[in-house]
């Protein structure tokens, strides 16, 4: 059955976050006019930021609060929500304190939950606020629900006012002269924005982009340089080289299976640790590393074990906390995924619900001080990084590209003359996608895969 046609307030709303280029900005990226354009019960802000280390959305939701919940009423009225609800971390005692008042006056929940990981994690926030339990490969709509973060929600705002995304708040941590959170114009490039934090403090450091649990790894200068500030960009974390973060995902595929043969015992914590297991998913992850050790590929080995990899969500629970042998079940399975994806094979087993698996839930949830400890990242988590402003760099390079679907449209050429918020890139024509803005005001040196802009 189709959606019925959108309110006004709905068409108002889907506009405003169209026109002004949101998406997720605490995930992939998602088309926020597209997610949007839905029904459901109720509405959650994402304010739990679970990976440790990043304070960006703590930081917004400290100075921004009233903004976020305008926003969550709004998206709840194009929605048709009842109810409203703002998740926080019990422990982010400042937080709730900016938060208070605003919810109070808008008629929403503040939901406090426990230190865990991954308390962010869509499924399970759902799990916590509501109680259900979204299907395997399934959507919180599956379940009337929608979850948006309160990063994306502050952007939401924005566009109600008719300001575009331009700006990204990100976290710069770890081995740095001077970690902060800080404002910066999309397309700018990471090394400048350690400069600006005082560089690096280690003698050969590697550089984390996003969390430490689910970013990636750039090697090296030359990389981070490469590398600029996106819509869903949320953190820099500077590590020693050779840190246990970095062997875990530098590891070849090779010696992972060469691991998964000779050392795993199948003792299950993998799976009995997993957080989406843990809701009732049918997903054991100790039976795709039982395939991946014995060979298997893509084809009737396969289909017994490995295809479960597919209902992954790649938190890294299971490789760098659960198992004792310290081996790699997530990037085995993602390993799978992206095997299964290219060669077109869906994922063809049940998904049902086993609520029983959830019994357990409660005593098998990972606290955030002992994850930082068994992945070193404990000497990092007292530091509390301060807000330093807004970094404006001479140039920036923004993706066409920064969101799940297909990259937005060159609208401008080398030598058009642009200012903050005017639009250079379109959404194709019939396509999932979204609306990119120029970030800085000066000239457009070059357009492709980015258009580069240099600061009049």
């Keep these: 059955m189709g959606m019925p046609p959108a309110s006004g307030a709905a068409r108002a709303l889907l506009d405003a976050v169209r026109g002004a280029g949101v998406v997720g900005e605490g995930g992939a ?8 354009d ?4 109720v509405v959650i802000a994402n304010g739990c ?5 990043l304070y960006t959305d703590q930081h917004l939701m400290r100075t921004r609060a009233g903004e976020i919940t305008r926003a969550l009423r709004e998206v709840m009225a194009a929605v048709g929500a009842q109810r409203g609800v703002v998740a926080i971390k019990a422990k982010y005692a400042d937080v709730a304190r900016a938060l208070e008042g605003p919810c109070a006056s808008a008629g929403l929940e503040l939901a406090r939950l426990d230190n865990f990981y991954p308390a962010g994690d ?5 799990h916590e606020v509501t109680g259900r339990t979204i299907p395997p490969l399934g959507l919180p ?7 948006a973060n309160v990063g994306t929600l502050a952007s939401v705002s924005q566009a109600l006012d008719g300001l575009p995304v331009t700006r990204k708040t990100l976290t710069v941590t770890g081995e740095v002269a001077r970690p902060c959170v800080l404002e910066a114009p999309l397309g700018t490039s990471l090394a400048e924005i350690l400069d600006f934090c005082g ?6 450091p590697v550089f984390l982009l996003g969390g430490p649990m689910m970013g990636r790894f750039l090697e090296d200068r030359a990389a981070l340089a490469e590398a600029v500030v996106t819509k869903t960009t949320g953190g820099l974390i500077v590590l020693p080289r050779g840190h246990f973060l970095h062997e875990a995902a530098t590891l070849t595929p090779e010696v992972m299976r060469k691991r998964a043969a000779t050392a795993c015992i199948q003792c299950r914590y993998c799976t009995d640790l997993c957080p989406r297991y843990l ?3 049918s997903f054991e992850t100790h039976r795709v590393m039982k395939a991946f050790g014995a060979g298997a590929g893509i084809g009737a080995e396969a289909a017994q074990g490995a295809q479960q990899a597919l209902l992954c969500c790649e938190c890294g629970v299971c490789e ?8 790699s079940p997530r990037r085995i399975n993602a390993l799978f995924k992206a095997a299964f994806r290219e060669r077109g094979v869906g994922y063809q087993r049940p998904r049902e619900v086993r609520p029983a698996q959830a019994e357990l839930r409660p005593f098998r949830k990972i606290p955030a001080s002992r994850l930082a400890s068994k992945t070193g990242l404990a000497p990092y988590m007292d530091i509390h990084p301060e807000f330093a402003g807004l970094f404006t760099p001479g140039e920036v390079r923004i993706p066409l590209r920064q969101h799940i679907g297909a990259p937005a449209v060159a609208v401008v050429a080398p030598g058009d003359r642009v200012a903050v918020g005017d639009l250079l890139g379109e959404i194709p024509e019939g396509a999932l996608g979204a609306r990119i803005h120029a970030s800085i005001g000066g000239v457009v040196t070059e357009t492709g895969a980015s258009v580069v802009v240099k600061g009049a």
């Design 141 to 147: 709509k599956d379940v009337d629900a929608l979850v």
């Design 38 to 41: 839905t029904r459901a019960g």
């Design 122 to 126: 869509e499924h399970i926030l759902v």
């Design 199 to 204: 560089g690096p403090v280690a003698a050969d």
């Design 320 to 327: 760098l906390f659960s198992c004792p042998m310290r081996l």
């Design 29 to 36: 990226g998602f088309p926020a006019h597209v997610k949007y």
């Design 49 to 53: 930021e679970c990976e440790p280390l």
């Design 279 to 281: 809701v009732g998913h």
